[in-house]
């Protein structure tokens, strides 16, 4: 079974400063990688997507690298903004039967003070 | 981008009630459906899945005749969750599937979810 881990559980960092989001997964056999933030009480937006086959994904002040062999992803953040506080989550898509299922981790609660 | 609605975005009802959440993509045809619930401080746990006009498959531990899927359309499906209880209190999120390009990736597009509040 498929089991996704984000560490660390929160983080509060000062405006500007650079950081890194970890995810590991237990299984390698995967179609794809995505990192979402999500704000209190709202939906998911998806930030980035590494298919298996790639190494890192980058838009804007946001980096995802993909380590399929040893089962980890990082999501790297450039000079952080308040307005990037939100829980960030990591999600892995394992074939599922008919259907592709997305496995999440529990996230990132990120905390960008001023 | 693709848009996923849900309605309503909030719900408060009384125990043993029955509660409908819509999830409805309006702008593309989904090819499935998903359905996950969030506790509070907890990961996105799917729920079941479903692909239209088919019945939905359901996650070990999750009950079908509680939490009742159809998917009637390419662009509506709905969750009833049946004689509620508090303990079914939880975000609910949606999401619709669309193949883009003529390869076989497949995207999920998440709804903005559905607070539910069982007194």
């Known amino acids: 079974k498929q089991e996704v881990t984000q560490i660390p559980a929160a983080l509060s960092v000062p405006e500007g400063e650079n950081l890194v989001l970890n995810c590991s997964f237990t299984d390698s056999a995967i179609y794809n990688l995505q990192w979402f933030r999500q704000d209190p009480g709202k939906g998911l937006t998806s930030l980035l997507l590494i298919q298996s086959s790639q190494r890192e994904q980058t838009s804007g002040r946001l980096n995802a690298s993909l380590d399929k062999s040893s089962g980890r992803s990082t999501l790297y953040i450039a000079a952080s903004q308040p307005g990037d506080s939100a829980t960030y989550l990591c999600a892995v898509r394992v074939v599922g039967g008919s259907n592709y299922k997305l496995t999440f981790g529990k996230g990132t609660l990120l905390t960008v003070n001023p | 981008g693709a848009v996923v609605s849900q309605h309503p975005s909030r719900v408060i009802c009384k125990s043993g009630t029955s509660v409908k959440i819509e999830c409805r993509s309006l702008d593309f045809q989904a090819t499935t459906m998903f359905w996950y619930r969030q506790f509070p401080k907890q990961s996105l746990m799917l729920m079941a899945t479903?692909?239209?006009?088919?019945?939905?498959?359901?996650e070990q531990g999750v009950e079908k005749d509680k939490f009742l899927i159809n998917h009637a359309s390419l662009t509506l499906s709905t969750l009833t969750v049946t004689s509620a209880h508090p303990e079914d209190s939880s975000f609910y999120i949606c999401?619709?599937?669309?193949?883009?390009?003529?390869?076989?990736?497949?995207?999920?597009?998440f709804g903005p979810g559905t607070r539910l509040l069982v007194l």
């Open positions: 479903s692909n239209e006009g088919s019945k939905a498959t359901y």
């Open positions: 999401s619709a599937s669309r193949v883009l390009g003529t390869g076989s990736r497949e995207t999920q597009y």
